[in-house]
């Protein structure tokens, strides 16, 4: 089992960084893909990026490719999500999550555990 904690959220401007945090627990971390997810207000949540177990591939969506980059740690047992060149449509809460494939997943129910969300807000 896996348990995820995502921090590193806030307040920036557009054109401004952020870099997000995914801590794991379990020593089965690195036996998971993790992925990355945002549900903007009254929207559905929508995939961002994911990476395979080793960190060596990672995956993402065409809004964020470019800008966003993905990384993950396994003797930290930590993931990331830097983001640049952020736009006020960034604006959502973003989790982390963990899926056991090693096949790309983009989709949420192909992930078997998450975390509780990192509110991020990008003024124009």
């Known amino acids: 089992q896996v348990q995820l904690v995502e921090s590193g ?8 960084s952020l870099k997000l945090s995914c801590a794991a627990s379990g020593r089965t971390f690195r036996n998971y893909r993790v ?5 903007a207000p009254g929207k559905e949540r929508e995939f961002v990026a994911t990476i395979n177990r080793s960190g060596s591939l990672p995956y993402y969506a065409g ?3 470019g800008r966003f980059t993905v990384s993950r740690d396994n003797t930290e047992r930590t993931a990331s999500l830097r983001m640049n060149s952020l736009k006020p449509e ?6 982390c999550a963990a899926g056991i494939s090693e096949r790309v997943l983009t989709y949420e129910d192909e992930y078997d555990y998450w975390g ?4 991020v807000i990008v003024s124009s």
């Open 116 to 119: 509780q969300g990192t509110q």
């Open 9 to 16: 959220g806030g307040l920036v401007q557009t054109g401004g």
């Open 35 to 39: 992925g990355w997810f945002r549900q």
């Open 90 to 95: 960034d604006t959502a809460v973003y989790f």
């Open 63 to 65: 809004s964020v490719k």
